[in-house]
């Protein structure tokens, strides 16, 4: 996903600026200058690109950066919070509850994906214990019901189609009767597609809204269609009241920007990613991490400027050492807990959530035996341990496995460097 390189490039112009030894007004510029270009070439829209830098500008205090202060994380944060803002609508879209009968209607151009993201949203509710069911309402391309016919089938999902009747409204309408009188809670109404936007399509649209008043209507967007994502998105709220989007084709060579300029444009969250054209390549998107893991917060690169930044000096050829021969243990985690925690917060409400987690990670950790905490075999952490940890520690089981997910994503991200350099401040290619 090429949205990945633009974390990567972000966070090296945050850390050339960091590297100069004055940071006035045009080394500031120059870093967000980097930033801007970054994300108008992963095709995020250059009104937004511009209030982005606009209000950075207001928030990071020069004097700050100039007195000493680690001008990395205050600008990082700043970016980090201006793409969460932008990725993050303020509301979130209505939420069906299981049990109770709700109606989800998608749109979108032909080929972005709908049919297919139909399914998937079905599919992942029903394996979480809902009762779903398809409407195909799709009467202008042929054999878009065959299409979901068949991957309705395929996940064992109920559907409701017709081969014979060519008005949308009126399948839409019968559709959505004869699955509330089954008592189906999730009914989903996948509607006609155009090649481009032309009225028909939005008039078609508007029907089968008005007949069947869904609870939420679905945007359903093709990463690749780049810097054309804003006034699509745009000109599909303009003719329903879109509530939500789900962001197709991120598995591609999409850059993916685009999915910022249609949050902007409809002013609904990103509720899912697409991934893959299989049935399971389907993911909840959440904002904050998501931008966590695109600035390398929290990543490799982050927690290498970590290690830089909070071991003294003289352990950190010892520590680097033991990392490129990929030995990570719970031990190596914990002391880098410990580091991290005597930094403190800077203040933002998101550090001061995740110094708490580390400190709840660390009484599990304390509850381990020493075999546990020096083994870098996370298979030996059976079920009974995970208990025993449990116990100890007064936290639940769920807590242990999440710390243990942590622990293996940290050891998945060492075991990298394998082979690689030992890499040295401000080295930042090593992603
Ligand atoms: P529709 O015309 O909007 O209903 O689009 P379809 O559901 O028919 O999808 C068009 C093509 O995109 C199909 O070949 C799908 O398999 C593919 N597709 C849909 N979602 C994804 C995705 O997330 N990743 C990838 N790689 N392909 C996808």
Redesign the pocket.
Known sequence: MVLAQLGGTITRAIQQMSNATIIDEKVLNECLNEINRALLNADVQFQLVRNMQNNIKRIVNIDDLAAGHNKRRIIQQAIFNELCNMLDPGKPSFTPKKGKTSVIMFV??????????CTKYAYYHQKKGWKPALVCADTF?AGAFD?LKQNATKAKIPFYGSYTESDPVKIAVEGVDTFKKENCDLIIVDTS?RHKQEAALFEEMRQVSEATKPDLIVF?MDSSIGQAAFDQAQAFKQSVPVGAVIV?????HAKGGGALSAVAATKSPVIFI????HMD?FEVFDVKPFVSRLLGMGDWSGFMDKIHEVVPKDQQPELLQKLSEGNFTLRIMYEQFQNILKMGPIGQGQEKESQAKIKRYMTMMDSMTNEELDSSNPKIMNDSRIMRIARGSGRQVREVMEMLEEYKRLAKIWSKMKGLKIPTRGDMNMR
């Open positions: 979108g151009l032909q080929g972005s994906g709908k049919t297919t993201t391309r299409q597609g359903v197709t084709k991120m598995d591609g697409g991934t893959g054209e390549e």
